[in-house]
């Protein structure tokens, strides 16, 4: 049983990871404020989890970004989809299990841009018969990573679409082009241990690209699905995803570089920007002087095999599934398109419309954005990246993304023309790649509610890049019995006035 009490005006999507403060969870109170912070040198007002960026590490045995609230729609967190937004100086209970989910997650606000200011932080469900135990000797709060981008404009005050952070933090430290030379994360290991780091990404926007010189990785974990190890040299990791890997602390006793490379703004670490430092017990406490590490072998997504249950849902050929989607994106310089509608949050959450009755896609808001799907149904969606008159047709490739309530099949991925339904890579978040791929993702409707599915860029959120999946709609209410207080949070948010929103 997860119990999460929240305070102030945000919601929650949790998923699971923290750091140099200490876990907490599975019963704990997270305190929404504001406060100024100076991660990379520079200080700015941010919203905090608890008084920290990142926020605290939550953990638990057994398993919010990718659980799959069976039974618990209403504690999704996307606020306008599963609930109205939690009113400053007011709380709201998380109350949830998770019975059946493992690995590493995280949390966040889902209020328009919030969490590009703050408010995110991992998540970590501890599974006690974890298949790979064998293969790593330490795996605890010391060895989440998260990585996130960091702006020293808030996300409202500045550009739409940013064309860069000023910063990449690796669990919660970095430093900026033209900064100071202010601390770095630090990450200690003794030589002769084997380490199951857990990488989060809690970027807003870029994706990164993830190696520490001199070291190799051993991919087990991808968004919460144990996989096959696969041993890489870097991994390219985008908004949302996470992944576990084990690294054998096997070099000399010495300072290396932790490299997490944007494919936006400064796209190289000199004077220790985008870096932290993996330090073998009894070195100097000095910076690296390693060097990059050649990429030989990067993670490559479709070569990821689920340990278990790894067939595709549905039939093994083209379309063999229920039902078939196919996402038309367009984009209008401000916002972007699903087959020709932009994602307006509704004033009602969908969850609330379809408890009140409406049952159609029809009679669902926003209009053209929710897409009704049958019970006990394979479903496959497709996601085509495709230039016309040399314009592409989702400006900002490439783009993440990432489906609540379930994970899915990826059965062809980003720059790969193969499907796969044999075994195809498991998880929740996926790159969608660019001009001419059509990335496919397959999986079975069995948790009955409202879902979002969107880029998880969340600027691009922001301007409408998303719809709702609203599940098994006759089952939605039986299967979801809502408390008392989330019936309370939209009446006392519409009483706010319209500034507080």
Known sequence: MWTLRSFAKVTYLVYLVQLAFGAIGPVTNLTISNADITPDGFTRAAVLANGVFPGPLITGNKHWHGLFQHGTNWADGAAFVNQCPIASGNSFLYDFSVPDQAGTYWYHSHLSTQYCDGLRGALVIYDPNDPFADLYDVDDDSTVITLSDWYHTAAKLGPAFPAGPDSVLINGLGRYTGGNASDLAVITVEQGKRYRFRLVSLSCDPNFTFSIDGHNMTVIEADGVNHQPLTVDSIQIFAAQR??????????????????????GTVDTTGGVNSAILRYSGADAVEPTTNPTTSVIALVESNLVPLTNAAAPGDPVAGGVDLAMSLNFSFNGTRFFINGDTFVPPTVPVL????????????????????????????????????TNGAINAPGIPHPFHLHGHT??????????????????????????????????????????????????DFHLEAGFAIVLAEDTPDIASVNPVPTDWSNLC?????LDPSDH
């Open 408 to 457: 899915f099949s990826v059965v062809r991925s980003a720059g790969s023309t193969e499907y796969n339904y044999v075994n195809p890579p498991q998880r929740d978040t996926v790159n969608t790649g660019g001009s001419g791929d059509n990335v496919t993702i397959r999986f079975t409707t069995n948790n009955p509610g409202p879902w979002f599915l969107h880029c998880h860029i």
């Open 243 to 264: 992944y576990s890997f084990i690294l054998n602390a096997t070099q000399a006793v010495d300072n290396y570089w932790i490299r997490a490379i944007p494919n936006i």
């Open 352 to 387: 609330l419309q379809i408890l009140s009755g409406a049952q159609s896609a029809a009679s669902l808001l926003p209009n053209g954005s929710v897409y009704v799907l049958p019970s006990n149904s394979t479903i496959e969606i497709s996601f085509p990246i495709v230039t």
């Open 491 to 495: 009446p006392i948010y519409d009483a």
